[in-house]
C-alpha cells in the first residue's frame, strides 16, 4: 500500500513539473476546439499550433459521467486527454472530412493485447486499448469509428494500418472523408499521408463495422444514431469496475514511465467532400462504356457509380471457375477497368456453367490451440455414376486475409481397414476417433497464392476405390466448392473471419490449389 501510495505520489509530482513546464508557453486551443470534461490532470497544451496530449498512470478524472450509472473515470480505469470541435454535430445525410496531422511519440511502448471479441475482425485478434481519434453516436456504448495505436501494429483503423511503429516520431497526415447514412447510400474513405487506407461504399455508416465490448459498443444491440460526435486525443480504456473477476490487480492499463506523449496539429472538419475524384470518376466512365459495349447495360456514362454498375460489373461476364468478382469500390475500381478491357473477354459467357455441387452446408469454430476448424459437408455430381457425398474438416490457421498458415483435411469416411502402404504416403497420415474409428488426413503444402496436397499419387495407390475417388474429387473441385460457399447466404454461416476470407481467395483463384502425383 505504502508503495502504491509513494508511486502515486511521484506520477503527481511529474505530472505537476510537466504541466508546470508547458505551462510558460501555453496557449489556447485552436478556435473551434474544446477540451474534454472528463481530462482531469491530463490537460493538452499547446505551442505553435501543436497540441500536445499526455497521459499519465492512473491520473484520471472522478467527474461522474451524469448518466445515472455513478460511474467516472477512475471507477473504470480510464485515462484520456482529448479535444473535440465545438460546432455543429455531424448528422445523416451530411458530408464531412475530418483532417489532422498526428505524430506519436518514439517512446511509445503500449503493447496490444489479444482480444479473443477481435480474432475474426484484426490480425490475429491484435487489439489496443489505445483511442487516438473516434467518431461516436449519441447513445450509450455507441462509438462507430475508431483511430488506434499500440507499439506492435502502429496506428491502425479497423485493422488497416495507418502509420507503421517504425515511423512513429514522423507526422502523418489523416484524412476521413464519409457521407453519413443509415442506408446503402453511405461511404467512407479513410486516407494516411494520401494513401488509400481503408475504403467501403454502399454501406450504413451509421453502424459499427467492428462492434465489440472493448470498442465501447454493444453487439447485437439495434442502434440507429443520427447525429455523430468526433473526438481527438489518446484515450486508454480501463478494464473497468469489474476489473477483479477477470483476474486483473486494478481496473487500470499500466502506462510506462514518463507517461505517453502524443502530438496533433491542422485539425479541420469540413462540410463536403467527394469519395471519387475527377480521375477516379474517368475510369468509372472507361468501365462503363465497356460494360455498354459488352451489352450490359448501365445507362449514362455519368461517371457515377449507382446499383446498375455495381450489379452489371459482377454479371456481365463469367471469368471462369475460382474467380468471384468482389464488390466495386474505389479500391477495386482499377481491376475492373483492366478485366473488362482485356482482350478477348467479349467472347466470355455470361452465366457459369451449372455447378456441380448440388448442395453444401458448413459451419467453423476456433479450438483452443488456435487452429480454425470448417465442418464441411457437399454433394457432388461430377460422375456417371451418380452423386458423390464429400464430409470433410478443414483444420488449419489463416490470417486476416485468408492467407494460408497451415493446412489438412480430414475425410471423415472410416478407413476399415487402414491399407498398411499409407505409412509410406509423405504428408498423409491416419486419425484414430475414441469411437473406435480412423480417418484418413491429407496436409496441404502452402505459399501465399497456391496449395498444393500431399501424397496424392500414394493416396490413390493405397486407398480401394471409393475412398480416393473422395479424395480427388474434394482436390479437383475445391475451388468450386469454395465458390459455392462464398454464395452470400453460405458464407454468412461461417462464423470466423479467417476462414471465410481463406473461402474466398479460392472462390476467386486468389489461391490456387494446383495437383500433384507423388
Known sequence: MLEDTMCRLATLIFVAAAQLASAVQAETLPSGWQSHRFNGDNQPSVDNGIVTFQLFDRVCSDIDYGDGRGENDCVNGNVRSAIYPTGRQARLGDAVEYRFNLRIDP????????????????????????????WEGPLLHNFIYLMKADAGNG??????????????????????????ASDETGWIKLTCDDRLVYVDESVATNQAPHCYA??????????????????????????????????????????????????????????????????????????????????????????????????????????????ALEKLTLATLPSFVERYGAPGVADLPREAPPSRIAAISAH????????????????????????????????????????????????????????????????????SWGDGTSHLVVGFSASETSLMPQGMGCVAEALPGPPATKVRTFVALLPEIAGALAAPATLRLVDNAGIRAFIVRVATGATIVATATS
Open 107 to 134: 517512446s511509445f511502448a503500449l503493447a496490444p493485447f489479444h482480444n479473443p471479441e477481435a480474432i475474426d475482425l484484426l490480425p490475429g485478434g491484435s487489439d489496443s486499448r489505445l483511442r487516438i481519434a473516434s
Open 155 to 180: 496506428v491502425t483503423f479497423l485493422g488497416h494500418q495507418c502509420q507503421s511503429p517504425a515511423a512513429f516520431g514522423n507526422w502523418v497526415s489523416v484524412s476521413m472523408t464519409i457521407l453519413w
Open 214 to 323: 472493448a470498442n465501447v459498443c454493444e453487439p447485437g444491440k439495434s442502434k440507429n444514431p443520427r447525429s455523430f460526435q468526433f473526438l481527438l486525443g489518446p484515450v486508454i480504456g480501463g478494464y473497468g469496475q469489474d476489473y477483479a473477476r477477470y483476474g486483473f490487480s486494478s481496473p487500470f492499463i499500466e502506462i510506462q514511465e514518463g507517461g505517453i506523449l502524443i502530438q496533433v496539429r491542422d485539425m479541420a472538419v469540413e462540410a463536403g467532400g467527394e469519395l471519387y475524384s475527377d480521375a477516379d470518376r474517368e475510369l468509372v466512365a472507361q468501365l462503363q462504356e465497356r460494360l455498354n459495349a459488352l451489352g450490359c447495360d448501365v445507362g449514362a456514362v455519368d461517371g457515377r457509380v449507382g446499383n446498375r454498375t455495381r450489379s452489371r460489373v459482377i454479371d456481365c461476364r463469367y471469368f471462369g471457375a475460382g474467380v
Open 364 to 431: 467453423s469454430e476456433v479450438i483452443s490451440n488456435g487452429d480454425m476448424l470448417l465442418n464441411l459437408k457437399a454433394i457432388v455430381d461430377d460422375s456417371d455414376d451418380g452423386p458423390t457425398s464429400l464430409d470433410v474438416i478443414l483444420i488449419g490457421r489463416f490470417d486476416e486475409r485468408g492467407v494460408t498458415q497451415r493446412l489438412e483435411v480430414l475425410f471423415r469416411d472410416d478407413l476399415d481397414p487402414v491399407p498398411e502402404a499409407l505409412a509410406k504416403c509423405s504428408g498423409v497420415r491416419v486419425e
